[in-house]
């Protein structure tokens, strides 16, 4: 089982909707979470990180953590074609090793 | 933009052969990462660094070995190239552990085909 898991996609979502992204993780003791976003030939960059239990809003994005259930989300709101890309979701699964998933590739189509 | 340097940005090589990436930081960070990125398989850690000396092993350690010798140079090797091992590598570097500001920036990323 990997440590972080994503589904790979591709998630098609028209312009102005809401893009919803999932993840979940293994190791319970994990502190730090973050999500990427990575255009294709490009390197990854931060766009979201998130350390408690609940929402965090930055803009149009929103990201949300359950540790209970082990699940990190990624909401994006008035979905713009420039949001294509593919997101990766991050944990910091002990005291410096991070770890992603295997990326969704999201796809927003006019 | 982080102060991160990765060389060569492009590699071909022959089955059997060694190969070592670099990865050049000026930002005097602490944490050092390698990850390989292959279709499908997203971003899988190699190998990375929390110090000069120190380093662990990631997800996918078989058949490489890294070296850190200061601060600023954090090295990949490949000792006997295969073709499973054609990938992107991306070195990335973070100055904070667990902090709000965590933030890992990543270089350019490294083409290596093995043939």
């Known amino acids: 089982q990997k440590e972080v898991e994503q589904n790979s996609g591709p998630l098609s979502v028209p312009e102005g909707a809401i893009a919803s992204l999932n993840c979940t993780y293994s190791d319970r003791g994990s502190q730090s979470f973050f999500w990427y976003r990575q255009y294709s030939g490009k390197s990854p960059e931060l766009i979201m990180s998130i350390y408690s239990n609940g929402d965090k809003e930055d803009g149009r994005f929103t990201a949300q953590l359950n540790k209970a259930s082990q699940y990190v989300s990624l909401l994006i709101r008035d979905s713009q074609p420039s949001d294509s890309a593919t997101y990766l979701c991050a944990v910091r699964s002990s005291a410096s090793k991070i770890i992603f998933g295997s990326g969704t590739r999201l796809s927003i189509r006019p | 933009d982080a102060g991160i340097t990765q060389s060569p940005r492009h590699k071909v090589t022959e089955t059997g052969t060694p190969v070592t990436l670099r990865c050049h930081q000026t930002e005097n960070h602490r944490y050092m990462y390698w990850y390989r990125q292959d279709p499908g398989h997203g971003l899988r850690l190699i190998h990375y660094?929390?110090?000069?000396?120190?380093?662990d092993k990631g997800e996918v350690s078989d058949g490489y070995s890294v070296s850190r010798s200061k601060t600023e140079d954090f090295l990949l090797t490949l000792e006997s190239a295969t073709s499973s091992q054609t990938s992107v590598y991306f070195c990335?570097?973070?100055?904070?552990?667990?902090?709000?500001?965590?933030?890992?920036?990543f270089g350019s990323g490294t083409q290596l085909s093995v043939l």
């Open positions: 660094s929390y110090g000069v000396k120190d380093t």
């Open positions: 990335a570097i973070s100055g904070v552990d667990g902090a709000t500001n965590e933030k890992l920036f």
